[in-house]
């Protein structure tokens, strides 16, 4: 049973912006921690950023100033806005749910930005 599914990924050239979205089952939307991870060919999977219950937001250092979470709750949903976007935020997109250590994953998006 797929409980997060991403959305919103793609080729662009940098400066561009892109909006991912991860819809969730209503029981996953409910977790404390929303987020979004990214794992770059050859590296580790890393936080973008992630969005607690109580609407309070953090961000990756390499990320702050350009991207946005954010969540909808009447859509079960959760977003990533990326802004200017540079090559170096190529990756596979991953949405997060985290609820006291029961964690659930996305499939994953990919973005690809070109220079």
């Known amino acids: 049973q797929v409980q997060l599914v991403e959305s919103g990924g793609g080729v662009v050239q940098a400066g561009e912006s892109l909006r991912l979205s991860c819809a969730a089952s209503s029981r996953i939307f409910s977790s404390n921690f929303m987020g979004w991870y990214r794992q770059a060919p050859g590296k580790q999977r890393e936080l973008v950023a992630r969005i607690i219950s109580t609407g309070s937001t953090n961000y990756a250092d390499s990320v702050k100033g350009r991207f946005t979470i954010s969540r909808d709750n009447a859509k079960n949903t959760v977003y990533l806005q990326m802004n200017s976007l540079k090559p170096e935020d190529t990756a596979v997109y991953y949405c997060?749910?985290?609820?006291?250590?029961?964690?659930?994953w996305g499939q994953g998006t990919q973005v690809i930005v070109s220079s």
């Open positions: 997060n749910a985290n609820n006291y250590g029961v964690v659930s």
